[in-house]
């Protein structure tokens, strides 16, 4: 039996999702108001992986980290205007704890990105072809980067 909430639910987050993927600053207007009408804050279940998403987005795409914070802003002024909670916000700022305190406790448990970066580290010290070392190079890069700007997103 296939429960109707949760088809509901992700459906949500698939339109959710692709506003997200689709917003840019010239499409951010129409989007926007596609986003707020979703009304996130209806379900906490939708919403914590509403807010999932944003917060990763936000961390992989620095460039549109202020269209994100602005439909944040735009979806706690609706929420708050129309029902008078602030579960949005609430979520959002849970979400960043969290991210916080697992980056305070990462010196003694090593994140799924921290051990992604000591294997490359481990494989560029024997490879030895020079495009495959180039690309490795290339992988630790961006995945120090990643790392660097989910730690500096919860700061």
């Known amino acids: 039996m296939i429960d109707e909430k949760s088809t509901s639910n992700d459906k949500t987050i698939w339109k959710i999702r692709g506003i997200l993927n689709k917003i840019t600053p010239s499409t951010y207007n129409d989007l926007a ?3 707020i009408n979703k009304k996130v804050y209806e379900d906490l279940e939708t919403l914590a992986k509403v807010v999932d ?3 990763t987005k936000a961390i992989e795409e620095p460039t549109f980290v202020g269209i994100y914070s602005d439909l944040r802003r735009l979806q ?7 029902t008078g909670t602030k579960h949005f916000q609430e979520a959002v700022i849970r979400k960043c704890q969290k991210a916080f305190e697992a980056f305070l406790i990462e010196g003694t448990q090593k994140t ?25 190079q290339e992988d630790l890069e ?13 700061i």
Do not use: W
Request: hydrophobic share 30%; net charge negative.
């Open 76 to 82: 706690h002024e609706a929420e708050s205007k129309q």
């Open 33 to 35: 108001v596609e986003f």
């Open 112 to 136: 799924s990105a921290q051990q992604g970066i000591e294997n490359i580290e481990e494989k560029l010290k024997t490879e030895e072809d020079p495009k495959k070392r180039e690309a490795l």
């Open 53 to 55: 998403l944003i917060f």
């Open 142 to 154: 961006e995945l120090q980067g990643k790392q660097k700007r989910y730690m500096l997103g919860t």
